[in-house]
């Protein structure tokens, strides 16, 4: 649910988001809130009661917008996530257990924020991306789309594989070296060549303890716990 159904689609037809949606493994629908609005002028925000800056979404077109979706998809009782600073902050195993519900609805917020009672009265879940404050909920959406997206099943192949990356087990990811073997006399660490998997997989380890306990001191502590 958003005022600006368009951000959308450029990201969505690129790339793995794309793979994903024409192999039918994942289905997103886009809903105008605006196109709900009983307003004769299509209007969607008003002034805030008790004063101040901005502009707030009313309820009406948006609590619309979600019996229609509801109706439309045959949802029960649907997972409803909207997009605020003043949510938990997302990360990687919340991605994780998103990835595993069937139908989530995505309400992107916009101006200074929206009605309470639509939250109240339909959202499940508040979520954030960052301690920043961006212009709207749809940036925050698509990643949530993306980094939910990218763990289910088959929408990923082998060689993009999720099995070894950041945040598994806590860590934050190993170096990673291509051809050429020396580039501006900077040489590949001679174990990734030396064909020995165990000391590939150790080092590999090591570097991932050592940039983690380096610039993630939270995720470490977690780690070693494990
Ligand atoms: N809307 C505006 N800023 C946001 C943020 N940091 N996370 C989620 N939604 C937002």
Known sequence: ?????????????????????????????????????????????DYPFGG?????????PIYDT????????????PRVIYLTPKGKVHNQEMATNLSKEEDIILLCGHYEGIDQRII?????????????VLTGGELPALILIDSISRLIPGVLNQNESF??????????????????REFMD????????????????DWRYNESLKITKERRYDLYK?????
Do not use: W
Not at 66 to 77: A, E, M
């Open 222 to 226: 977690k780690a070693c716990k494990k």
């Open 120 to 132: 109240d009265l339909i959202v499940t879940d508040e979520i954030s991306i960052g301690d920043y």
């Open 163 to 180: 099995e070894e990356e950041s945040f598994k087990d806590n860590l934050l990811e190993y170096p990673h070296y291509t051809r050429p």
């Open 52 to 60: 101040g800056a901005g502009m707030v979404m009313t309820p009406q």
């Open 186 to 201: 900077m040489k590949v660490p001679d174990v990734l060549l030396s064909g020995n998997h165990k000391n590939i997989d």
């Open 1 to 45: 649910m958003t005022l600006f159904p368009e951000i959308f689609n450029s990201y969505m037809n690129e790339s793995i988001m794309k793979r994903a949606v024409e192999n039918n493994i994942i289905e997103v629908n886009i809903y105008n809130i605006r196109d709900f609005s009983t307003n004769k002028h299509k209007k969607v925000d």
């Open 66 to 77: 979600y019996k229609h979706i509801v109706k439309t998809h045959n949802l029960i009782n």
